[in-house]
């Protein structure tokens, strides 16, 4: 069996790395006109709010990988949340944080709940 849990402390360690980096990308954009063209202005704001964006997104799956060592301590993981049945290991391995199985996931992206 795989060893989930190395896999996501692995994970969450180079999610956090990537955070950073994000970080420094999303500071504040200085609009000094003698340093910056128009378009290099935009060109930078552009580019502040996609490592902005990117940081929630780099967040959210901190917080999945969070969820899933505690289901690891709590002998839960590896189990849908929503219907009990397994995930597969297939799945796990691409998405170690994944919580719903295949079959949950598409009904939550189609419908827009598992229910």
């Known amino acids: 069996m795989t060893d989930y849990k190395?896999?996501?402390e692995t994970l969450r360690v180079e999610l956090e790395d990537e955070?950073?980096?994000?970080?420094?990308?999303?500071?504040e954009v200085t609009l000094d006109q003698q340093s910056f063209g128009r378009l290099s202005r935009m060109?930078?704001?552009?580019?502040q709010?996609?490592?902005?964006s990117n940081m929630v997104h780099v967040e959210q799956r901190l917080k999945e990988i969070a969820h899933a060592l505690?289901?690891?301590e709590e002998d839960?993981?590896?189990?849908?949340?929503?219907?009990?049945?397994d995930i597969s290991e297939d799945?796990?391995?691409?998405?170690?944080?994944?919580?719903?199985?295949?079959?949950?996931?598409s009904k939550l992206e189609t419908k827009g709940s598992v229910d």
């Open 6 to 8: 190395s896999m996501l």
């Open 19 to 27: 955070l950073h980096q994000l970080a420094d990308a999303a500071q």
């Open 43 to 47: 060109d930078a704001i552009q580019q």
């Open 49 to 52: 709010e996609m490592a902005k």
């Open 70 to 72: 505690l289901r690891l």
């Open 76 to 85: 839960d993981y590896g189990y849908c949340e929503s219907c009990g049945e």
């Open 91 to 105: 799945r796990l391995r691409i998405k170690p944080e994944a919580n719903l199985c295949i079959s949950c996931q």
